[in-house]
């Protein structure tokens, strides 16, 4: 059953409607279910399949089982020797395609293509020769590519400058689930949890469904966590190094700019990044950065008022941050680590940045709250530079209307209540801001909380609060 997903697989199935050949890319990061959407949305009839693996089969392996795929789904006669090239390879699938009868749209599936690509394998130069020679004047052809490394995907299809220059005619990038499709998802299976427990859920696994199933009905969120990450046997133990080993090539370097955002939680300028990673700066900092936005490990954004060209990373990757919070440094040695940390300083502490990053991650439904889906809108973040103490505001939602959004977010067991001390602070966020940016526009101080503000004398500092449950609508198309 397909839950959510409907724009892809909408989107899949106009490429199937169309007359012209069409070459589309499906990509994200490992477990956010690209393989599941395209099985699910053509009900597994492929013309042809065929899958890549991790495995060091090299590339005689790989082209055995190609052979083997072929043989299978009878491209070649049961005989047939192992093809010594991707390019017979190719050839083989050019005549089966050539030789079929059927007047159906023929939809081939190549299922985790970058790891086909192996080293001197000329993997690419036999894929551009049967696309461009072959495949893409067949009007009855749909050819679907999928992988978790977006990197390869945007290197060899997206950023080509040889032959598949411009060859991909479709881009579809699977991201995870967001609030909404994860209680929709949860429901499906009958795993029900309060909305309170499903935000703090989704700051610990972010919305992947492949993380999602291991929840347990007969057990709290706090048991089902211990359970996935912090057992003997847990199966989530080792997930963070070996999602980053599947996606990068050089994972070692990638891992250590994540690290080194989980530890700013705001960000860092890239000159900031490459000293804290102790890398040189170039070619490889900028393939990092662009393919771990790319990938939906990180944003870049420019802090309010924009005047500088220079941008900040964030990690906004929510099973990276719990990983570095708690996994990283030292790991925990109790099976039930995370049901004996709750109420503590350093669990509450967590869950204040964690649901930032939440919020981040929905705001065309914080803008929906807000009655301002319609309005252009520019978002970043905002911390003083003369204010004493401090001044920093979460969430800057700049609007074209002349208002600006001050955004405070809280994340609480119960209505947040605003006292005297936290209404002057406001305030002084407010007046700090207008002064030091010398906007124009009216400020507007807007909480998001879990369950709303306790209404008393001091209420009346905020102008537009919004609870949790803004954050469980589902997107505007």
């Known amino acids: 059953m397909l839950i959510g997903r409907e724009r892809e697989r909408q989107l899949l199935l106009n490429y199937y409607q169309s007359d012209k050949a069409e070459l589309v890319a499906v990509y994200g990061r490992r477990r956010v279910g690209k393989t599941y959407l395209i099985r699910e949305t053509f009900n597994n009839e492929f013309f042809f399949y065929y899958t890549g693996t991790t495995l060091t089969v090299g590339l005689k392996g790989q082209l055995e089982r190609f052979t083997s795929e072929l043989i299978k789904q009878g491209a070649l006669p049961v005989d047939t020797k192992p093809i010594k090239s991707w390019n017979?390879?190719?050839?083989?699938?050019a005549t089966f395609i050539k030789n079929s009868n059927s007047k159906k749209r023929k939809v081939i599936f190549f299922d985790e293509m970058p790891w086909l690509d192996t080293p001197r394998s000329g993997f690419i130069g036999a894929f551009e020769y049967f696309w461009n020679s072959f495949a893409s004047a067949r009007k009855d052809l749909l050819f679907i590519v999928c992988g978790s490394a977006a990197s390869w995907i945007s290197k060899n299809l997206f950023e080509e400058r040889g032959g598949l220059h411009n060859?991909?005619?479709?881009?579809?990038?699977?991201?995870?689930?967001?609030?909404?499709?994860?209680?929709?998802?949860?429901?499906?299976?009958?795993?029900?949890?309060?909305?309170?427990?499903?935000?703090?859920?989704?700051?610990?696994?972010?919305?992947?469904?492949?993380?999602?199933?291991?929840?347990?009905q007969n057990h709290s969120l706090a048991q089902n966590?211990?359970?996935?990450?912090?057992?003997?046997?847990?199966?989530?133990?080792?997930?963070?190094?070996?999602?980053?080993?599947?996606?990068?090539s050089n994972s070692e370097l990638y891992i250590a700019a994540v690290t080194a955002l989980g530890q700013k939680k705001k960000g860092l300028l890239r000159s900031e990044l490459v000293a804290a990673i102790g890398y040189p700066d170039g070619k490889g900092i900028t393939e990092v950065l662009n393919n771990l936005e790319l990938s939906g490990f990180i944003r870049r954004y420019n802090a309010f008022p924009h005047k500088t060209r220079e941008s900040l990373y964030q990690l906004i990757d929510s099973f990276s941050l719990f990983h570095l919070s708690f996994l990283q440094k030292k790991r925990p040695t109790s099976p039930r680590y995370w049901s004996e940390l709750r109420s503590t300083p350093t669990l509450n502490t967590w869950r204040g940045y964690a649901f930032e990053i939440v919020c981040l991650k929905h705001l065309d439904q914080i803008e929906q709250g807000l009655g301002i889906s319609g309005i252009l809108t520019w978002v970043s973040s905002w911390r003083s530079t003369k204010a004493d103490p401090g001044a920093q505001i979460d969430l800057v939602i700049e609007r074209d209307d002349r208002v600006i959004?001050?955004?405070?977010?809280?994340?609480?067991?119960?209505?947040?209540?605003?006292?005297?001390?936290?209404?002057?602070?406001?305030?002084?966020?407010?007046?700090?801001?207008?002064?030091?940016?010398?906007?124009?526009?009216?400020?507007?101080?807007?909480?998001?909380?879990?369950?709303?503000?306790?209404?008393?004398?001091?209420?009346?500092?905020?102008?537009?609060?919004?609870?949790?449950?803004?954050?469980?609508?589902?997107?505007?198309?």
């Open 405 to 477: 959004n001050l955004c405070e977010i809280k994340f609480s067991q119960s209505e947040f209540e605003i006292d005297k001390s936290y209404a002057e602070s406001l305030r002084n966020k407010q007046a700090a801001f207008l002064s030091e940016t010398k906007t124009r526009k009216t400020p507007f101080v807007t909480m998001i909380t879990t369950y709303g503000i306790r209404q008393n004398q001091y209420a009346s500092t905020v102008r537009a609060a919004l609870t949790m449950d803004a954050l469980f609508k589902p997107a505007s198309s």
């Open 88 to 93: 017979q390879g190719f050839d083989a699938l």
């Open 167 to 216: 060859r991909v005619t479709g881009r579809i990038l699977l991201k995870p689930f967001n609030l909404f499709e994860c209680e929709e998802y949860l429901q499906a299976k009958d795993r029900l949890l309060s909305r309170y427990d499903l935000i703090e859920c989704y700051m610990v696994l972010g919305g992947i469904p492949y993380y999602l199933d291991y929840l347990d």
């Open 225 to 248: 966590i211990d359970q996935m990450v912090f057992a003997e046997d847990a199966p989530l133990k080792n997930e963070f190094t070996e999602l980053f080993h599947s996606l990068f």
